[in-house]
Protein backbone atom coordinates (compact mmCIF):
# COMPACT_ATOMS: atom_id res chain seq x y z
CA UNK A 1 0.00 0.00 0.00
CA UNK A 2 2.91 2.28 1.10
CA UNK A 3 4.26 1.58 -2.84
CA UNK A 4 1.11 2.58 -4.47
CA UNK A 5 0.55 5.61 -2.03
CA UNK A 6 3.98 7.11 -3.09
CA UNK A 7 3.26 6.62 -6.41
CA UNK A 8 0.04 8.18 -6.41
CA UNK A 9 1.41 11.09 -4.54
CA UNK A 10 4.17 11.91 -7.03
CA UNK A 11 1.82 11.14 -10.28
CA UNK A 12 -0.51 13.76 -8.30
CA UNK A 13 2.49 16.46 -7.48
CA UNK A 14 3.77 16.19 -11.40
CA UNK A 15 0.43 16.05 -12.54
CA UNK A 16 -0.02 19.57 -10.76
CA UNK A 17 3.14 20.75 -11.44
CA UNK A 18 2.34 20.42 -15.19
CA UNK A 19 -1.05 21.94 -14.81
CA UNK A 20 0.25 25.24 -13.40
CA UNK A 21 3.07 25.27 -15.97
CA UNK A 22 0.34 24.52 -19.04
CA UNK A 23 -2.06 27.41 -17.08
CA UNK A 24 0.60 29.88 -17.39
CA UNK A 25 1.76 28.93 -21.23
CA UNK A 26 -1.99 29.35 -22.61
CA UNK A 27 -2.07 32.46 -20.47
CA UNK A 28 0.71 33.93 -22.37
CA UNK A 29 -0.65 32.60 -25.71
CA UNK A 30 -3.79 33.82 -25.02
CA UNK A 31 -2.99 37.12 -25.20
CA UNK A 32 -0.30 36.24 -27.80
CA UNK A 33 -2.00 35.00 -30.42
CA UNK A 34 -4.35 37.03 -32.20
CA UNK A 35 -6.31 33.95 -33.86
CA UNK A 36 -9.90 34.08 -32.73
CA UNK A 37 -10.50 30.47 -32.32
CA UNK A 38 -6.90 29.72 -31.12
CA UNK A 39 -7.53 32.21 -28.47
CA UNK A 40 -10.85 30.16 -27.35
CA UNK A 41 -9.10 26.96 -27.47
CA UNK A 42 -6.29 28.61 -24.88
CA UNK A 43 -9.19 30.26 -22.55
CA UNK A 44 -10.35 26.68 -22.79
CA UNK A 45 -7.27 25.03 -21.93
CA UNK A 46 -6.69 26.98 -19.07
CA UNK A 47 -10.31 25.90 -17.82
CA UNK A 48 -9.16 22.35 -18.06
CA UNK A 49 -6.09 22.75 -16.53
CA UNK A 50 -8.19 24.10 -13.30
CA UNK A 51 -10.00 21.20 -13.84
CA UNK A 52 -7.53 18.81 -13.15
CA UNK A 53 -6.05 20.65 -10.47
CA UNK A 54 -9.28 20.47 -8.96
CA UNK A 55 -10.30 16.74 -9.78
CA UNK A 56 -6.50 15.73 -8.31
CA UNK A 57 -6.50 17.87 -4.97
CA UNK A 58 -10.09 15.96 -4.46
CA UNK A 59 -8.20 12.89 -5.78
CA UNK A 60 -5.83 13.82 -2.63
CA UNK A 61 -8.26 13.90 -0.13
CA UNK A 62 -9.34 10.42 -0.83
CA UNK A 63 -5.74 9.23 -0.33
CA UNK A 64 -5.10 5.83 1.72
CA UNK A 65 -4.86 6.16 4.82
CA UNK A 66 -4.46 4.34 8.12
CA UNK A 67 -7.31 5.88 10.65
CA UNK A 68 -5.98 4.30 13.99
CA UNK A 69 -9.67 5.06 15.43
CA UNK A 70 -10.94 2.22 13.29
CA UNK A 71 -10.92 -1.66 13.60
CA UNK A 72 -8.37 -3.30 11.75
CA UNK A 73 -11.53 -4.39 9.20
CA UNK A 74 -12.53 -0.79 9.34
CA UNK A 75 -8.75 0.26 8.10
CA UNK A 76 -9.14 -2.36 5.20
CA UNK A 77 -12.57 -0.95 3.95
CA UNK A 78 -11.43 2.29 4.38
CA UNK A 79 -8.68 1.74 1.98
CA UNK A 80 -10.35 -0.30 -0.08
CA UNK A 81 -12.91 2.65 -0.92
CA UNK A 82 -9.51 4.80 -1.42
CA UNK A 83 -8.50 2.31 -4.13
CA UNK A 84 -11.35 1.43 -5.52
CA UNK A 85 -11.95 5.40 -6.49
CA UNK A 86 -8.05 5.47 -7.82
CA UNK A 87 -9.48 2.71 -9.93
CA UNK A 88 -12.12 4.58 -11.36
CA UNK A 89 -10.09 7.43 -11.47
CA UNK A 90 -7.55 5.45 -14.30
CA UNK A 91 -10.28 4.05 -15.30
CA UNK A 92 -12.13 6.73 -17.11
CA UNK A 93 -8.98 8.84 -17.59
CA UNK A 94 -9.97 8.99 -21.51
CA UNK A 95 -13.60 11.41 -20.53
CA UNK A 96 -11.63 13.76 -18.36
CA UNK A 97 -7.95 13.88 -18.78
CA UNK A 98 -7.38 12.35 -22.78
CA UNK A 99 -10.37 13.61 -25.08
CA UNK A 100 -11.39 17.18 -23.47
CA UNK A 101 -7.55 18.26 -24.09
CA UNK A 102 -7.27 16.72 -27.28
CA UNK A 103 -10.64 18.17 -28.65
CA UNK A 104 -8.99 21.37 -27.28
CA UNK A 105 -5.89 21.56 -29.06
CA UNK A 106 -7.39 20.35 -32.34
CA UNK A 107 -9.42 23.28 -32.20
CA UNK A 108 -6.27 25.56 -31.11
CA UNK A 109 -4.48 23.93 -34.41
CA UNK A 110 -6.93 24.21 -36.54
CA UNK A 111 -7.90 27.45 -35.54
CA UNK A 112 -3.90 28.87 -36.54
CA UNK A 113 -4.66 31.06 -39.60
CA UNK A 114 -2.15 33.30 -41.67
CA UNK A 115 0.16 35.85 -39.66
CA UNK A 116 -0.23 37.94 -42.05
CA UNK A 117 -3.80 38.49 -42.46
CA UNK A 118 -3.39 39.79 -38.59
CA UNK A 119 -0.30 41.88 -39.01
CA UNK A 120 1.46 39.37 -36.33
CA UNK A 121 4.86 38.92 -36.26
CA UNK A 122 6.55 36.65 -33.78
CA UNK A 123 9.25 34.56 -35.24
CA UNK A 124 9.83 32.21 -32.24
CA UNK A 125 5.52 31.76 -32.35
CA UNK A 126 5.49 31.27 -36.09
CA UNK A 127 9.07 28.91 -36.06
CA UNK A 128 6.97 26.52 -33.56
CA UNK A 129 3.47 26.77 -34.34
CA UNK A 130 2.30 24.53 -37.08
CA UNK A 131 0.54 27.14 -39.64
CA UNK A 132 0.77 24.86 -42.89
CA UNK A 133 -2.36 22.34 -43.16
CA UNK A 134 0.14 19.45 -43.35
CA UNK A 135 1.88 20.25 -40.56
CA UNK A 136 -1.54 20.90 -38.73
CA UNK A 137 -2.53 17.80 -39.64
CA UNK A 138 0.62 15.97 -38.36
CA UNK A 139 0.57 17.73 -34.93
CA UNK A 140 -3.29 16.74 -34.46
CA UNK A 141 -1.97 12.88 -35.85
CA UNK A 142 0.64 13.10 -33.22
CA UNK A 143 -1.80 14.62 -30.54
CA UNK A 144 -4.02 11.82 -31.27
CA UNK A 145 -1.19 8.63 -30.63
CA UNK A 146 0.12 10.59 -28.04
CA UNK A 147 -3.69 10.91 -25.86
CA UNK A 148 -4.01 7.10 -27.13
CA UNK A 149 -0.94 6.42 -25.05
CA UNK A 150 -2.01 8.24 -21.52
CA UNK A 151 -5.28 6.17 -21.77
CA UNK A 152 -3.39 3.19 -22.12
CA UNK A 153 -1.01 3.72 -19.74
CA UNK A 154 -3.74 4.68 -17.23
CA UNK A 155 -5.50 1.78 -18.11
CA UNK A 156 -2.77 -0.57 -17.68
CA UNK A 157 -1.80 1.38 -14.39
CA UNK A 158 -5.36 0.44 -12.64
CA UNK A 159 -5.55 -3.14 -13.95
CA UNK A 160 -1.70 -3.80 -13.30
CA UNK A 161 -1.29 -1.89 -9.80
CA UNK A 162 -4.51 -1.47 -8.40
CA UNK A 163 -7.06 -4.19 -9.07
CA UNK A 164 -4.72 -7.05 -7.51
CA UNK A 165 -4.29 -5.29 -4.23
CA UNK A 166 -8.20 -4.81 -4.58
CA UNK A 167 -8.40 -8.38 -4.92
CA UNK A 168 -6.28 -9.03 -2.06
CA UNK A 169 -8.40 -7.16 0.00
CA UNK A 170 -11.13 -9.09 -1.00
CA UNK A 171 -9.78 -11.86 -0.29
CA UNK A 172 -9.03 -11.01 3.02
CA UNK A 173 -12.36 -9.18 3.83
CA UNK A 174 -13.59 -12.98 2.65
CA UNK A 175 -11.66 -14.96 5.14
CA UNK A 176 -12.51 -12.84 7.91
CA UNK A 177 -16.03 -13.39 6.85
CA UNK A 178 -15.57 -17.17 6.87
CA UNK A 179 -13.86 -17.06 10.18
CA UNK A 180 -16.56 -15.09 11.33
CA UNK A 181 -18.79 -17.42 10.22
CA UNK A 182 -17.37 -20.54 11.47
CA UNK A 183 -16.84 -19.10 14.95
CA UNK A 184 -20.06 -17.51 15.26
Known sequence: MDGIQKAIRIRDIREISASVIGMLLYMYLLFEIPFPMTRFASALSIVWFAFVILKL??????HITCKLDLSVRGQLADQEAAMRYQAALLDSVAYWYAIPPFIINCIFVLGLGNPAEYNWTNSLAESILPLSM???IGTITGLAFFYALIIWLNKRAASRDIKPILEKINIIQDEWEADNESNG
Open 57 to 62: RKSKTR
Open 134 to 136: NLK
